[in-house]
């Protein structure tokens, strides 16, 4: 699947609500937030037109970057094999960076990519602030398939509330 960047991919009623939700969440990072595993949720049925998949929601985050933080260079765990980044919304032009290039997006705009099969990073921001929100999905006819609802997270939940 070829990296693509599909513009408008929020419209502006749905980004009112999401940035109206995000004003309220005063931590960095959100796993699974209810607002953005709407989001999730409701463009499967585009996303897995657009990759010609069969695909499954795995989870979801929202991430509010501010000056000086990056996203160092990664490929993605398997829950994540096809993934999905929204500008959300951003005073600055700041690019994801998949195999060595530049994608740049407007709030709305969503760019999607194999995140365990392509190296991405986000270079330190400069100045200003950027509010993203990832939606991850797997192929149901996928090895990966077993991933479907973040089995991961479930596990390590288990693990830290292990008996006494």
């Known amino acids: 699947m070829k990296?693509?960047?599909i513009r408008d991919f929020l419209n502006?009623?749905?980004l009112k609500v999401v940035r109206e939700h995000i004003k309220h969440i005063d931590c960095?990072?959100?796993?699974?937030?209810?607002?953005i595993k709407s989001i999730l949720e409701s463009k499967l049925p585009e996303i897995s037109e657009l990759v010609q998949k069969r695909l499954a929601p795995t989870y979801c985050f929202l991430r509010k970057y501010v000056a000086?933080?990056?996203l160092g260079?990664?490929?993605d765990r398997n829950a994540c094999e096809y993934s999905g980044s929204i500008c959300i919304d951003s005073n600055v032009r700041w690019p994801l960076i998949i195999d060595s290039v530049e994608y740049y997006t407007n709030p709305g705009d969503c760019v999607?990519?194999?995140g365990i099969d392509n190296k991405h990073w986000r270079d330190a921001l400069q100045t200003g602030y950027?509010?993203?929100a990832f939606i991850h999905y797997v192929d149901l006819d996928g090895p990966y398939r077993f991933e479907k609802g973040d089995k991961r997270f479930w596990k390590l939940r288990a693990k830290q509330r292990a008996p006494i």
């Open 130 to 132: 950027c509010n993203q």
């Open 28 to 35: 960095a990072d959100t796993y699974n937030d209810s607002v």
């Open 12 to 14: 502006e009623q749905e």
């Open 73 to 75: 260079p990664h490929r």
């Open 68 to 70: 000086g933080m990056d």
């Open 112 to 114: 999607i990519y194999k």
């Open 3 to 5: 990296t693509r960047v």
